[in-house]
């Protein structure tokens, strides 16, 4: 593992882009492992949008991204994306599961 002051080279720089990457997946598949037990849980489709979460979680990750020094519209924007799909997702598997799929 290298800084980003300590790459020498552009191919450094990728190769700790791709560490980051494998890293970045790993935890969003364990995060959505969290989001396929909540729609287990909901019994509803409709409770799969809570508005006041999603203001929250999109808040926080603002203000985490500004500490981090990273763009917090861009992180925001992010979170929004990956939010929309978990919610959709859940009312599907939710849909599918009253439905005796």
Partial sequence: MRAPNQCRTK????????????QLITLFGERFAYVSRMAELKSAPDEALVPER????????GLEAEAAGLDSRLARDL???????????????????????
Avoid: S
């Fill in 54 to 61: 999603v203001e929250a979680v999109l808040q926080k990750v």
């Fill in 11 to 22: 191919q450094e720089i990728r190769t700790e882009i791709d560490r980051l990457d494998k």
């Fill in 79 to 101: 979170w929004r994306l990956l939010i929309d799909w978990n919610i959709e997702y859940e009312r599907e598997k939710i849909a599918a599961r009253k439905r005796g799929e």
